[in-house]
Structure formats: structure tokens, C-alpha cells
């Protein structure tokens, strides 16, 4: 597998445990904090995976058009 993949798939990974530590600890701040790192995380593995590369711009729209332009993702899924 490749590195990056990886690196990208541990980050969301170590997020995801990190969420469930802070709602357990009842930061819901910090909770929704780790969230959002480990949405970008996941999106990140998906793009390197599938495309080979990942956003680098600051625009958050211009990432999702990079995951939108994944073929095996369901487009109206993605939508919602």
C-alpha cells in the first residue's frame, strides 16, 4: 500500500479514537474538532487511492470537487 495512503488512513484512523475519547469525556468541542480532521483525513486516503493525488489548495469546495471527481463515488451520496 502506498505510504501516503497510509499515513492519511492512520491520521483519520487516530481521529476517529480521539473522537470517541472526547465524547467520552464529554468535550464536544474538542469531539467535533477531531471530526473535522478525520473527515479531511479520510477524504484525503480516498483521493490519493483513487486518483493518486490530494488537495493542496486552501478552498474547501475545490476539495470536494476532487472527491466528486472520484468515478466509484456515488455522486448523489456525496450531495447529501
Known sequence: MNNRLTNYLRKA???????????ASGRWN???LAGVHCAISACDALTIFYLGKKHKGIKHADAAKLLASIDAIDKKELKE
Open 13 to 23: 484512523q487516530e481521529y476517529l479514537e480521539g473522537i470517541k475519547a472526547e465524547l
Open 30 to 32: 474538542m469531539a467535533v
